[in-house]
């Protein structure tokens, strides 16, 4: 027998997005009102500086399915999902973007996929024609160097588009990490899952909130939280310059004393010293990149602070 929820929970961060939330809301709402089931829609204002909580405030008062929360400040889009997920009363949980790029229609395939027995069903985005070919390329290498360096699979193409059993979000909930890669704690759970493709819509007004330098530090975040082979380059780069320095030494030695020669290549010995320098430094900023997590998660901040909101701790119809 197929399972049936009690209750629904929608997950939307939101950093400045006031010109998508009417709209979004306005696609969700018969989307919802269809499933027959209760559901909540729980809004995270991430710290935004434009209307994006007064708009929410009144969509609140409209319609009481509808919460929110306020950042003190901007925390980020992973955290603005966690602290959804940390509220979320729901017996399944979906997070989703408040651009309108996700479609909001799919959310009763996706539950469909639950009620078979799925515990996490992944979206894959498919044919993305707004994605620029310096993004694409991008993100196609930051993918094929996660599978090579972490051991946990993390799908190329996936997105912030997911349903959650409750038991799934109860483990991410105690996962209280400074650092967060959602994508990478998804598939660390486990649990039985599915991938279902989609067609990204195109984003309904404004643009984007991820700069290439937040791409950066999203990926660098992504590999040092799921991988420790990065500080193991520096035993393989040991090894490779130790090989260099015993053939060198060979060298040195028969040229000297077997050919009767003078050992020159000062040019030669200056670009390895450098090479060598610029290795020593690239594992130094590894190392310090690490380091530097370790110290952030020591200090045992809060992961966010909501300034304000009308969630609670119970599940209201």
Not at 92 to 104: F, L, N, Y
Request: aromatic share 12%; glycine share 6%; hydrophobic share 45%.
């Amino acid at each position: 027998m197929k399972k049936s929820p009690r209750n629904i929970s929608i997950i939307i961060p939101c950093f400045n997005e006031e010109e998508c939330i009417d709209m979004l809301y306005r696609n969700l709402h018969p989307v919802l009102d269809k499933l027959l089931f209760p559901y909540e829609l729980i809004f995270v204002d991430d710290g935004s500086t434009d209307r994006t909580l007064e708009i929410l405030l009144s969509l609140s008062e409209q319609n009481p399915h509808v919460r929110w929360l306020s950042f003190s400040r901007n925390f980020g889009h992973q955290k603005a999902l966690k602290a959804g997920l940390d509220y979320a009363q729901g017996d399944v949980v979906i997070t989703m973007d408040a651009d309108m790029q996700h479609p909001s229609s799919l959310i009763s395939t996706m539950l469909t996929y639950w009620a078979d027995g799925y515990d996490i069903v992944d979206t894959i985005r498919i044919d993305n024609k707004q994605c620029s070919y310096f993004k694409t390329i991008t993100s196609r290498f930051f993918y094929r160097l996660m599978d090579f360096l972490s051991d946990i699979a993390i799908t190329e193409n996936g997105a912030d588009f997911r349903l959650l059993d409750k038991k799934v979000v109860k483990v991410l909930r105690d996962c209280r990490e400074e650092y967060l890669f959602l994508r990478g704690m998804v598939s660390w759970v486990g649990f039985r899952r599915i991938q279902i493709p989609y067609q990204a819509g195109i984003r309904y007004a404004g643009t984007t909130k991820y700069s290439f330098k937040k791409m950066v530090l999203f990926a660098v975040c992504g590999i040092t939280s799921f991988s420790i082979r990065p500080l193991r380059l520096a035993v393989l780069f040991a090894a490779f310059f130790a090989s260099l320095s015993v053939v060198e030494i060979i060298y040195v030695l028969y040229a000297v004393f077997i050919s009767g020669q003078a050992v020159t290549g000062w040019a030669s010995l200056a670009i390895l010293i450098s090479v060598l320098g610029a290795v020593i430094l690239l594992m130094l900023g590894i190392i310090g990149e690490y380091l530097g997590k370790m110290f952030m998660q020591c200090k045992n901040r809060p992961e966010y602070i909501v300034r304000s909101g009308n969630c609670s701790s119970s599940f209201n119809v």
